[in-house]
């Protein structure tokens, strides 16, 4: 770095994501605040843009929030916050009405009580989803954005990658609290490394999916905001419940393509497929759960893992040929169209389906209003743990918790007084050089998601996760022995926060001694009479 000068920034609140979390954040803060939005690709990358099925809300006279807090709870297997998940729920109308208020285009249905179309998914028990179409993250990230890039208080930094979060007692030893002043920003286009100073920091990365081989979230899923506030010094909880979307499309030239709840919900049913002998076309999931494809993601998942592995299947089929045709390309114009591409044709065919990794459970303690253990910095959305999700996310619910959460964020954030600026050191490259080795990276990045996929996958053993657990231990030395001699990259500082992220979903499995929800052991198959989150605390640095 030249001088500090050169490479300092001033806002009153930093938000790194720029999914529905954090751009909610931002529209409700941008007309009182100056507010940056620091995306490590575009703002369209993140996996809210990925969500198909919808939002869930209480929109129907004949649906209460007392049904939807319900649904919610049983799916959480016990370990929801109530007071969280009333919190959200009970704000869920409003949340929407913003939306729309926004511009959103959700299906319209003019019998239905708010004018809008409502679908029904797993788990609940009221027809409850708005939704556009089936693409309706991408609807409401296509407003949102548009919003966010006309509005004048709102700056806009793509391609630009969060290293870590700056702390006060770093830079003065008689600070006695601690606090979050900023961050340390790549510039990835550039390769130079920023400082930018913020009153209040807001972490909104999403999750953490890719540190497993198969998952259906967009490449930006490393777990960034929930490994950046660990370092930091910030309580993590429930990593071990990592939720395994059960449909995700199986085909060679289809990259994580889901193939959306929704489609179980209008009437699609699980199948085995040729491949599976006298068993072939057979409807199995009747005999694992009486709500058959309607029961939660955590007991679909499981049954098609179980008969996969039963008979050496490589994918089961999920089947929705028996609705009109005309049905299914107004409902799922995107699912049909993209299966189209690929040869299947979803109103004569059977869809092949495997599970993979969709949802990250756990996350970055939070209070309703998104505050982590370090003043000054926020979670919200996919990187923080509310309690809503408990042992087991309800579809649809997390578009909802990042409305509701983003907004009260947002309010606190706006009651807070402005804070003293105070002198920031620039970021030191000194004592590094250009990585010699460019493969290591490439090498560990898919011995990690390898080895989590099978050794920490949907049915778990304690052989299993200790084996993981050694060889995260030798990764992450060599990954930060890496990091300590070598100029940073994005894929290396993927990979550091990706090789965090695993240590805390090992640990936080390991210390789990029953089966509940996501997690389900080989070793512990029963479920404790009394539940209780995992919060992992971490070490001194």
Excluded at 171 to 192: I, M, R
Excluded at 334 to 360: K, N, S, W
Excluded at 495 to 515: F, G, H, Q, T, Y
Aim: aromatic content about 6%; hydrophobic content about 40%.
């Amino acid at each position: 770095m030249d001088t500090q000068k050169n490479y300092l920034m001033k806002f009153d609140v930093a938000i790194v994501g720029s999914g529905l979390a954090g751009l909610s954040v931002a529209l409700h803060l941008a007309q009182t605040r100056k507010v940056v939005i620091i995306s490590k690709r575009s703002l369209l990358d993140g996996a809210s843009n990925w969500a198909q099925g919808g939002i869930a809300a209480v929109l129907d006279s004949a649906d209460s929030h007392e049904q939807h807090i319900s649904d919610t709870l049983i799916a959480g297997a016990g370990l929801c916050d109530e007071s969280a998940t009333r919190f959200i729920i009970e704000h869920s109308r409003e949340a929407i009405e913003w939306l729309i208020e926004q511009g959103v285009p959700f299906t319209r249905d003019p019998k239905a009580e708010l004018g809008f179309h409502l679908t029904r998914e797993g788990g609940h028990s009221q027809r409850r989803i708005i939704h556009a179409a089936d693409a309706t993250g991408h609807a409401v990230q296509v407003t949102l954005e548009q919003k966010a890039r006309s509005h004048p208080n709102i700056t806009i930094l793509e391609h630009h990658f969060a290293i870590d979060v700056i702390k006060s007692d770093r830079l003065d030893a008689n600070v006695s609290t601690p606090s979050c002043v900023g961050l340390y920003v790549k510039d990835v286009t550039t390769g130079k490394v920023m400082t930018l100073a913020a009153d209040h920091t807001v972490l909104a990365t999403g999750g953490a999916g890719k540190v497993y081989l198969y998952t259906t979230n967009p490449d930006t899923a490393t777990g960034d905001g929930i490994a950046m506030a660990w370092r930091a010094g910030c309580r993590v909880a429930n990593m071990e419940f990592i939720q395994f979307h059960p449909t995700c499309l199986y085909h060679p030239y289809a990259k994580s393509f889901l193939i959306s709840e929704a489609v179980r919900g209008e009437g699609g049913v699980l199948k085995l497929p040729a491949g599976a002998g006298a068993g072939a076309g057979k409807r199995f999931m009747p005999e694992h759960d009486e709500r058959a494809e309607l029961a939660p993601r955590d007991v679909v998942a499981r049954a098609i893992d179980f008969e996969m592995k039963k008979r050496g299947l490589d994918y089961v089929e999920l089947d929705i040929s028996h609705q009109p045709p005309e049905f299914l390309k107004e409902h799922f114009p995107t699912i049909h169209a993209r299966c189209l591409e690929l040869g299947i044709d979803i109103t004569t065919q059977p869809i092949p389906v495997v599970p993979a990794v969709h949802f990250t459970c756990g996350g970055v303690v939070t209070d309703m209003f998104g505050r982590t253990d370090l003043p000054g910095l926020y979670a919200v959305g996919e990187t923080a743990y509310t309690g809503l999700h408990g042992a087991n996310r309800l579809a649809s619910n997390s578009l909802l918790e990042c409305l509701v959460v983003g907004r009260a964020a947002a309010k606190h954030i706006e009651q807070q007084p402005k804070q003293k600026a105070i002198p920031l050191p620039a970021w030191d490259e000194s004592r590094v050089t250009d990585a010699d080795e460019e493969v290591v990276i490439a090498h560990n990045w898919d011995e990690l998601r390898r080895f989590m996929w099978n050794y920490v996958g949907i049915v778990r053993t304690t052989k299993r996760l200790e084996r993981a657990q050694h060889r995260i231990r030798l990764l992450r030395e060599e990954i930060y022995e890496y990091y300590a001699h070598f100029r940073i990259t994005r894929d290396l500082l993927e990979l550091r926060n990706l090789v965090d992220v695993a240590s805390m979903i090992v640990e936080s499995a390991l210390s789990r001694r029953e089966s509940r929800g996501l997690h389900y052991s080989q070793d512990y198959p029963e479920t404790l009479p009394k539940a209780l989150p995992t919060v992992l605390s971490p070490p001194p640095r």
